[in-house]
């Protein structure tokens, strides 16, 4: 079965710190893979999305990741991360490709404080 | 602003009394997903509408079904809670098709409480 790894359960930075949160999946096929976010007292949101192509993919608020397929991969990073930034972050992935719907698999979150 | 919502965001229910959780949508969305979300653990994938269509998944307890009226809204039965089910559920959509690239939407979530 898909599983997805992120090592990192806590982090703490400083604001303008960088940022780089692991991610891992676990499937040999063609993959999509996500990472949302979810704020204090909010509901799960997209940051960003591979499905192909470039594999540097980048989304809102500055956010970037990468997606090595060797590594089996996906790590978000932010050059300089904000007190905003403050939130949740799950990394996901799509367990059915190309079949019309996602049935999205997700890691256990990395819980991130940004202090002033 | 289109959203998901959910009610009620908190739901406290007793040892074996059933308990509905509902979720309505304004994105006119064909696929709704009910996701589980235990303490310090990840959203886990209960079962999905697409249409009219029900998939459960295969190790969701037969304890939990679901209902889907109209395109607009979802329900979530459990019909005999017990304590291992306090969680949050959360409830998301996507248009669906041939195109895969649509994300999910999720709403705010219910967290419930088994006494």
């Known amino acids: 079965a898909q599983s997805v790894s992120q090592h990192n359960h806590h982090v703490i930075l400083s604001e303008a710190a960088s940022l780089e949160l692991g991610c891992n999946y676990s499937y040999g096929g063609t993959v999509n893979l996500f990472w949302y976010v979810q704020y204090p007292g909010q509901h799960l949101q997209l940051l960003l999305k591979?499905?192909?192509?470039?594999?540097l993919v980048k989304g809102i608020k500055g956010f970037e990741a990468e997606f090595i397929k060797s590594k089996f991969s996906f790590n978000l990073r932010k050059p300089s991360v904000q007190w905003s930034d403050t939130a949740e972050y799950f990394c996901?992935?799509?367990?059915?490709?190309?079949?019309?719907?996602?049935?999205?698999?997700f890691g256990t979150g990395t819980r991130l404080l940004v202090s002033p | 602003d289109a959203m998901v919502i959910q009610n009620p965001r908190y739901q406290v229910t007793q040892f074996g009394k059933p308990v509905t959780l509902s979720c309505s949508q304004t994105?006119?969305?064909?696929?709704m997903y009910w996701y589980q979300q235990k303490s310090s653990q990840a959203p886990k994938l209960l079962f999905h509408y697409y249409d009219k269509d029900f998939n459960n998944e295969a190790d969701t307890p037969d304890n939990f079904q679901s209902r889907r009226p109209n395109t607009s809204f979802c329900f979530l039965d459990i019909r005999s809670p017990g304590l291992g089910d306090a969680a949050m559920y959360l409830c998301?959509?996507?248009?669906?098709?041939?195109?895969?690239?649509?994300?999910?939407?999720f709403g705010p979530g219910t967290r419930l409480t088994v006494l």
């Open positions: 998301a959509t996507s248009r669906a098709g041939l195109d895969t690239y649509n994300e999910q939407f």
């Open positions: 994105l006119n969305h064909n696929v």
């Open positions: 996901a992935v799509n367990a059915l490709p190309n079949t019309g719907f996602q049935k999205l698999v």
């Open positions: 591979y499905f192909s192509g470039d594999p």
